[in-house]
C-alpha cells in the first residue's frame, strides 16, 4: 500500500519535470530528490517484506501453540480417563470388601444365635433332666410311702 503510494508520487514529480524547464539546480535537487526516494521506497518494500515475514512467523507460532494445547488437552482426556478408571476399578474393590464384611458379619451373628440356641437347648435338657430325675425321685418316695403304708 505504502509502496503503491510512494511509486504514484514519485511518477507525479517526473510528470512535473517533464512539463517544466530544469536548471542544472533543479535537475540536481530532482536526481536527488529521486535517490532519496528511492531509498525510502526501497527501505518502505523492506519493511513490508520483514511484516509478512513476521506475520507468516506468528501464524506458525499460533499454529504450533494450538497443535501444542490440543496435545496437552488430548494427554489430559486421556489421563482423567486412567483416573477414572483406576477409581471405579478400586471402588468395585472397595464394594467387594465391603460385600465380604457383611457376609462375614452376618454368619458371625448367625454362629452366636446359634451358640445362644445351642446354649438355650442345652439348658432345656438339663431341666427336663432334673425334672426327670425329681418326678423319678417323687415316685420313688411315693412307693415308699405306699409299701410303708401297707406294712
Partial sequence: DSA????????????????????????GVANEEQLVTGRLSSEIQALLEKRLLLEREVAEFSQRKLREERDLARLATASLKTDLQREREQLARDRSQLERDILEQRLELQREQLEQQKALFEQERQLREEERRRLSELLDHEKDLRRSSRD
Fill in 4 to 27: 503503491a503510494a510512494v511509486r504514484q508520487q514519485k511518477e507525479l514529480k517526473q510528470q512535473r519535470r517533464r512539463s517544466q524547464p530544469e536548471s542544472t539546480l533543479e535537475r
